[in-house]
Nanobody, 122 residues
Framework: QLQASGGGLVQAGGSLRLSCAASGRTSSTHTMGWFRQVPGKEREFVASIKWTDGRTYYGDFVKGRFTISRDYAKNTMYLQMNSLKPEDTAVYYC?????????????????WGQGTQVTVSS
């Protein structure tokens, strides 16, 4: 089970940190990631992290503004978002894979959190 939190309203140029706490059979987690979605559009890859070795992957639009990390002991993943823009406004979802698969596509993830709303005002 995944529980996302940390969303909110922030002005352009501001920062937010999202958290995703994993519970249950976390020993089978291979990769965790963040996606985002706006109404009428497909869910978009934001970032992911390999749970054991910490390798990270980012969507092209991130351009150094976001940092994904994890606390292995707490079974929690984070997304630090800086220099936020109005176009970053979306519902952000965390997700987890049990096996090694492509990290960029939603069908490759086995578990999903409920989503947390991020709104960036101009």
């Amino acid at each position: 089970q995944l529980q996302a939190s940390g969303g909110g309203l922030v002005q352009a140029g501001g920062s937010l940190r999202l958290s995703c706490a994993a519970s249950g059979r976390t020993s089978s987690t291979h990769t965790m990631g963040w996606f985002r979605q706006v109404p009428g559009k497909e869910r978009e890859f934001v970032a992911s992290i390999k749970w054991t070795d910490g390798r990270t992957y980012y969507g092209d639009f991130v351009k150094g503004r976001f940092t994904i990390s994890r606390d292995y002991a707490k079974n929690t993943m984070y997304l630090q978002m800086n220099s936020l823009k109005p176009e970053d406004t979306a519902v952000y979802y965390c997700a987890a894979q049990r096996l090694s698969r492509s990290v960029y596509y939603t069908p490759t993830y086995d578990y999903w959190g409920q989503g947390t709303q991020v709104t960036v005002s101009s």
